[in-house]
């Protein structure tokens, strides 16, 4: 039987003009996120699954690709439940490796610790545009710091490398899940149904107002406080600055909704606007939600107009660290949807700017092989230089293959024959 060449649905063969592409774009944030503090790290792409379904991870934790136990240690005819033949899963995102690293290393640790992770996460979801079920993540994250200048330097970091990319015009949508919560207090729903209440508001952008009203009355909300809870986005719509937004929150939330939050939320839409140099609007939107059950403070989402959708959150979890130190331990990111943005960049036909000149030694194949030391020698010199130089031996189709190398890039093209080298 022949194997399969294909590669695992959900997962895909990366070529080299996409490779190109992702390593120049992991230049870009590396180089950016350093320049703003932040320190790369490094975690394994496995957990131990009691971390991994720890009530954190919102629907991702139904998407984990589970490790059967081995050897002595499984017993698949005693199993009662997942744990009793899994021991470990395929992380699911960078956060919660993130937290547990931190709460292992926090005395080896700057504070506060700004982090850089870029790696890849697996998720058991179905294969869609821009949704993969092994994929690249990059996270930026800031722990121990208790302010908004943690929110302040992860949206002016993103923006900017965003932007270093050749995004513009571009949204960052900002809420916070305090202010949700002071939402659903005052229309009197039950603190106990508040996540399935955000799951259906979460839908907003795709099945509207009356969708979201239909649907909550149909879970078997009161039909009064859902009346009366999108009235509120009806008072809020059109205001998208974040001073206006809350402004018109306070005045109909009254004593519900922290004056802290208030005035955080619009210190950090301050500053951002001030100190940005990105081409970038902070928008305020009271219907985003953020599906990780972690979040506990300030979120975020980027929109970018091409794809039509999310590219990257994140948010404050300030009580995750202490679920493993048994501290809590102040903590906030911003992920930027990677494997989206080199989707976007493909589909535009993007070009890696570079200054390197590359360079095809073609090598005649009658060569006689004391010359080589000679090709390589001028090869070395090139590559010392800076410029890529590629050798390889002559096709019989040598136009054909001179094609293939114009379009790979290769601006210069040399041909080598006994008669054309120097002993």
């Excluded at 956060?95 to 547990?100: C, F, Q, V």
């Excluded at 949704?131 to 710091?145: A, K, N, P, V």
């Excluded at 909550?216 to 009346?227: C, M, N, P, Y």
């Excluded at 050798?391 to 040399?414: P, R, V």
Aim: net charge negative; glycine share 8%; with cysteine.
């Amino acid at each position: 039987m022949a194997l399969k060449k294909k590669p695992v649905n959900g997962m895909k063969d990366i070529l080299p003009r996409e490779m190109e592409i992702r390593d120049y774009v992991t230049g870009i944030i590396k180089d950016t996120y350093r320049s703003f503090g932040f320190t790369p790290i490094e975690t394994p792409c496995m957990e131990d699954i009691r971390n991994l379904t720890s009530n954190q991870g919102g629907e991702n934790e139904k998407l984990i690709f589970k490790v059967l136990k081995r050897g002595e240690k499984l017993h698949l005819e005693d199993a009662k439940n997942d744990l009793d033949v899994s021991d470990l899963g395929l992380r699911y995102d960078l956060t919660l490796p993130l937290s547990r690293f931190y709460a292992n290393n926090e005395n080896d640790l700057p504070q506060p610790f700004k982090a850089l992770q870029i790696g890849n996460v697996w998720r058991a979801d179905r294969p869609q545009r821009g949704r993969y079920r092994q994929f690249t993540q990059c996270d930026i994250d800031i722990l121990g710091e208790p302010s908004d200048l943690a929110e302040i330097e992860l949206i002016l970091a993103t923006t900017t490398c965003l932007d270093r990319i050749g995004f513009k015009g571009f949204e960052i949508r900002i809420n916070e899940r305090r202010i949700l919560k002071a939402m659903a207090d005052y229309c009197g729903f039950d603190e106990d149904r508040y996540d399935e209440l955000f799951i259906t508001l979460d839908k907003m952008d795709k099945i509207g107002m009356d969708g979201v009203k239909d649907e909550l009355i149909e879970e078997g909300f009161d039909a009064a406080s859902v009346e009366k809870y999108l009235n509120i986005f009806n008072e809020l719509q059109g205001k998208t600055e974040v001073k206006d937004g809350i402004d018109t929150l306070v005045s109909i939330l009254g004593n519900k909704l922290d004056p802290s939050v208030a005035s955080n939320m619009k210190e950090i839409a301050e500053n951002v606007n001030t100190c940005k140099t990105a081409d970038f609007k902070l928008v305020f939107d009271p219907t985003l939600v953020r599906g990780m059950g972690y979040y506990t403070g300030t979120i975020f989402e980027i929109a970018i107009p091409e794809f039509g959708g999310s590219c990257g959150g994140g948010g404050r979890y300030d009580h995750m660290v202490g679920r493993f130190a048994g501290h809590d331990v102040p903590a906030c990111g911003f992920s930027i949807g990677f494997e989206r943005i080199i989707m976007l960049l493909l589909e535009h036909d993007f070009e890696v700017p570079t200054k390197k000149t590359k360079t095809a030694f073609l090598i005649d194949r009658k060569l006689d092989s004391s010359k080589l030391p000679a090709v390589f020698k001028e090869a070395n010199e090139l590559r010392a230089k800076g410029d890529v130089v590629l050798i390889e031996k002559m096709k019989k189709n040598k136009k054909f293959q001179k094609q293939g190398l114009i379009d790979s890039g290769y601006t210069e093209i040399k041909e080598f024959y006994n008669d054309t080298i120097e002993n």
